[in-house]
């Protein structure tokens, strides 16, 4: 079946610095990712979708400039959380639908930051 | 925008029993996808049943079922004989036939006794 490698699995870093997460899918080619972010026991919120080749289109209050996405190839899209604080501190999680849309929509497995 | 809503925050439920998990959505659309996801301590996240709207027969997967009820805009999981390995988060979700998006419920933690 359709699998989304999303890593790393768990990252910590200072405040201020800039963490990428990657999300690449293996069996299939993404023409659409979408990242979410989900806080402790609550529910996913979407945070943009990208297109592959085209800009991300971000949810209201996501800020574009803070959390950059580059989706320059079907098979991987990038999450960079650019000056990290402490608030940013969540759990960050890929899916990508695929240009068929045969495997639907598949979850990667999730991203742990947190920013000390 | 759509919303999807779990009142039920928190189930439990003995090892081999049926337990059902409750969901309900509102829109104004017609047609449109309505999801079970299910999230283990790993927390990724795992399709447990998909049910499209047009469809009035409700969807089954082994040992999971919905009951659909379209009118009411309830979408609930019944999950039969019970697996220690059922237990993790259930999170109900919706999203439009032509759209992308999905509108996640906020979950209900679902824990097996043995």
């Known amino acids: 079946g359709a699998v989304v490698s999303q890593h790393p699995s768990r990252v910590i870093c200072k405040s201020g610095t800039s963490v990428k997460i990657e999300c690449r899918s293996l069996?299939?080619?993404?023409?659409?990712m979408f990242w979410y972010r989900q806080f402790p026991k609550q529910s996913l919120m979407l945070m943009a979708t990208?297109?592959?080749?085209?800009?991300?289109?971000?949810e209201q209050g996501v800020e574009k400039d803070k959390f950059l996405i580059n989706h320059a190839s079907l098979t991987l899209s990038t999450l960079t959380v650019t000056s990290a604080h402490p608030e940013d501190s969540s759990f960050y999680i890929c899916?990508?639908?695929?240009?068929?849309?045969?495997?639907?929509?598949?979850f990667g497995s999730g991203t742990r930051l947190t920013v000390v | 925008a759509q919303t999807v809503t779990q009142s039920q925050p928190e189930m439990s439920v003995q090892e081999a029993e049926t337990v059902t998990l409750s969901c309900t959505y509102d829109?104004?659309?017609?047609?449109?996808?309505l999801f079970w996801y299910k999230q283990p301590p790993s927390r990724q996240m795992i399709l447990v049943i998909r049910?499209?709207?047009?469809?009035?027969q409700n969807a089954t997967e082994n040992r999971f079922s919905v009951n659909f009820q379209k009118a009411a805009k309830s979408f609930s999981l019944k999950i039969s004989d019970s697996q220690l390995g059922d237990a993790a988060m259930y999170f109900c979700?919706?999203?439009?036939?032509?759209?992308?998006?999905?509108?996640f419920g906020t979950g209900t933690s679902l824990t097996v006794i043995p």
């Open positions: 899916s990508a639908r695929d240009r068929t849309f045969n495997y639907g929509y598949t």
């Open positions: 069996d299939f080619q993404a023409t659409t």
């Open positions: 990208s297109n592959e080749g085209s800009k991300a289109t971000y």
């Open positions: 829109t104004s659309e017609s047609d449109y996808y």
């Open positions: 049910q499209e709207a047009y469809k009035q």
């Open positions: 979700a919706y999203r439009s036939a032509p759209g992308n998006q999905f509108y």
